[in-house]
Each structure stands twice: as C-alpha cells, then as structure tokens.
C-alpha cells in the first residue's frame, strides 16, 4: 500500500467474537459502523524490554511479555449512533465481554482484533468545540491485517 | 400462505441510527430488513429488544402507577 491520508478510515465493532484468529474467520462476523469517529489513533503489540545488566558487560535486553496494546478513538458523542450504543455497553463495568473490532483503512485493507473497552470518557471542552468521547479499549489479542478489500 | 418463522420481531428501543447502512429507526419502529448480526449489535447494545416499548405517555403512566401503587 502506497502512502495515503486516513481520510475514509472506519471503525467498526461487533459483539459477536471469531472462532478463530484469522481473518476468514473475523470477516464472517457482523459489524456496526461507528459514527461519528474524528481518529480512530494508534495500535499495535509491544514487547517489553527485560534487561539483565552484568558486573563485567553491556546491559543485555532480552524480550519480556507482549502486551497488544490499546486504542483510544475520538469521536463526537452521539447517543443516537448505534455503534457508539454498542460501544457505550461494552464499556459498562459489569461488561466482561471481549467485542471484534474492524478497522477499514481508506484503500480496503482490514485490521481486526478482540478487545474489551474500559471506559467511555466524554470531554467537554470550550463553547466553540464539539462534546467528544475517547473509549478506552484494550486489545487482547494479535492485530489480524487483511490485505484483501473490504 | 406465509411459512411462520421462529424469527422474532424485534422493536427500537429508542431513536437510532446505523452510520454503516445510513438507516434510522425511531423508537418503537420494528426492525425489518435487518441481518440477525445487525440485530444481534443492536440488542447487546441495548437498542433493540423483542419488547415493544411503551408510548411515552404509556411509560410515564405505568411509572406513577407503580409509584402510586
């Protein structure tokens, strides 16, 4: 894929879960587009650094645990949006539940992975800006990249 | 003669809409035209329910009568 603007970059979820993590298995699911979505944010694994640091050498780094990482999109809050519903629910502490996310990049490309959110912080900034939110969601699993079209 | 179904009608539980399909529904409105996976999103995300939801007027009445006794 050549460089491009995230211009037309959706996300999406879906309160169903794969039986598999693989893409076939990810795109046969039903997913609800998030309106409203300003930027949808980073995400990506991570493994942390382990270093060991001997009497007589260089500090060793070895790799420790991977944690999938988290994203955290912004959106303009809209209680009529249902994707933003479906957000909202899975955010509640009593929500336990891990939910699919897709993400479709502007030229069709896919990302997918399983994730349980933690929050759904609105932001009430000045007179002249819109009411946003910034859900926490925390990945718990491989990100799946598809590069087939959506 | 129409084949009857086990699939359950399903209602808005409020005004929505799904920037996916670019559908709205308002409150009340039976969800037709939907996928099961659509329906099953808009249930868990408490927006759709095989209970139909009372008018407002209805719901208010039945909040004071159960209030009032």
């Known amino acids: 894929m050549s460089s491009t603007t995230a211009a037309g970059s959706k996300l999406a979820i879906s309160a169903g879960v794969p039986t598999a993590q693989t893409a076939a298995a990810y795109k046969i699911l039903t997913y609800t587009t998030v309106g409203g979505v300003e930027s949808i944010g980073g995400f990506g694994a991570s493994t942390e650094v382990v270093t060991f640091t001997p009497l007589d050498g260089p500090v060793e780094k070895y790799k420790g645990p991977t944690n999938y990482g988290q994203l955290s999109p912004t959106m303009k809050v809209d209680d009529a949006d249902a994707g933003q519903a479906l957000i909202q629910t899975a955010s509640l502490p009593t929500s336990l539940d891990l939910y699919a996310i897709r993400i479709t990049k502007p030229d069709g490309t896919l990302r997918f992975f399983q994730g349980r959110v933690f929050g759904f912080p609105e932001t009430i900034g000045a007179a002249n800006s819109i009411i946003t939110a910034a859900p926490a969601i925390e990945i718990n699993t491989v990100v799946i990249k598809d590069v087939a079209a959506a | ?69």
């Open chain 2, 1 to 69: 003669m129409a084949t009857k179904t086990d699939k359950k009608t399903h209602y808005a539980t409020r005004d929505f809409k799904d920037a996916g399909t670019t559908r709205f529904f308002e409150r009340g409105a039976e969800i037709t035209d939907a996928s099961d996976g659509e329906i099953a999103n808009y249930v868990a995300g408490g927006i759709a329910s095989t209970d139909k939801p009372k008018a407002p007027a209805e719901a208010e009445k039945a909040a004071l009568d159960a209030t009032l006794g």
